[in-house]
């Protein structure tokens, strides 16, 4: 799993709905959750020269052979051996929930925005007990939903640092602003970025009235930026940097999407660049169901200091009310889930 994919497990145990098990790659992640929790580590195989990659003919996405394989797919169902389960829920492998299914378990597989139609999720989403998505149903695509309506849960997203207050400008709680501008825009990108330092410098020239404060990766040369450009890396409290934004630019991966939400400032979304164009289709779902405002990616041209007057006068709230759900509400959706899988 990735660091989305295990939030999405904190918060599957956070609502204490049922015994959990999570299986993820290594013993590091095994700190992020109780002791109650059963966790599974799992060996690394990307990389390793033990992998044999022979073609599938287009049946499943990622199939090689190898010692790493075999040793990982053992422990994965041992692991469910000792544990027992009465779902095994997937999130996000076609290959690990076609697996789960071929074991013998009742298999829920996520749901994830995306051109998705290629023969493996077909597949998967026909094989699989129930789909589940971490999104309203409303953003739900009409033909994916008219296919799977029987079998799918809307879970929604549940509002991450939900305890905190809402900032109500950029300086309530913003860190030191001493960069150039009088405005503070703060852009978000996700761990795999692929936003070039090219992109955030013509960017920060061109808006010259603004601050550029960038929390997570970017790639490409960062020795020569703009007064109004500070990058900053990964930041251990992110929703700090978000609340006192005047303007926040995430790109959509889910977790960076709800935590843009839950800020409650205007936000615009640049999708990166993932298999499947999962986030170019999410970002493009939110933009149709709420407004929400969006580019197509970095490369299009933009009148900097007129799109950011602009994001800057919509309504922060509207992001939130199209994607975020309750504690409340997430813990009922899933409880629906659960009854009507392991009752049944």
């Known amino acids: 799993m990735g660091s989305g994919h295990l939030r999405h497990a904190q918060r599957l145990a956070a609502t204490g ?39 599938t003919s287009g049946h499943l996405h990622y199939a090689p052979t190898g010692k790493p394989i075999v040793e990982r797919f053992a422990a994965l169902n041992a692991g469910w051996k000792a544990f027992g389960p009465d779902l095994v829920m997937v999130d996000v492998s076609v290959e690990v929930a076609l697996f789960a299914r071929l074991s013998g378990y009742r298999v829920a597989l996520r749901r994830m925005p995306g051109v998705r139609t290629d023969r493996p999720h077909r597949m998967a989403y026909d094989l699989a007990d129930a789909l589940f998505a971490y999104y309203p149903q409303h953003l739900e695509e009409p033909l994916h939903r008219d296919s799977y ?110 935590a843009a939400a839950a800020s409650k400032r205007p936000t615009m979304l640049i999708p990166e660049e993932r298999p499947h164009a999962e986030q170019a289709v999410f970002a493009r779902m939110l933009h149709e169901a709420g407004g929400c405002a969006m580019l197509e990616s970095w490369d299009e041209p933009v009148d900097w200091e007129g799109t950011l007057a602009k994001v800057a006068g919509r309504d922060g709230t509207a992001l939130a009310r199209t994607l975020l759900v309750s504690q409340d509400e997430f813990t009922a959706g899933l409880r629906r889930m659960f009854s009507s899988l392991c009752e049944s």
């Open 17 to 55: 709905l049922a015994e959990l098990q999570v299986a993820s790659t290594g013993t590091a992640s095994r700190k992020l959750f109780a002791d109650n929790v059963q966790y599974v580590p799992l060996e690394a195989d990307e990389g390793s020269s033990q992998l044999h990659f022979a073609p």
């Open 149 to 258: 309506a029987q079998k799918s849960f809307y879970l929604g997203a549940p509002a991450p640092h939900a305890a905190r207050p809402v900032a109500t400008r950029a300086s309530d709680r913003a860190p030191a602003q001493d960069c150039e501008g009088t405005r503070r825009v703060v852009v978000q990108t996700s761990l795999a970025a692929s936003v070039d330092s090219s992109m955030l410098v013509k960017a920060a020239v061109r808006s010259p009235s603004w601050s550029w404060e960038v929390i997570g990766s970017v790639h490409g040369a960062t020795d020569r930026l703009p007064e109004n450009l500070r990058l900053h890396g990964t930041v251990e409290h992110p929703e700090q940097w978000l609340d006192a934004a005047d303007v926040v630019i995430s790109s959509s991966g889910h977790n960076a999407v709800a």
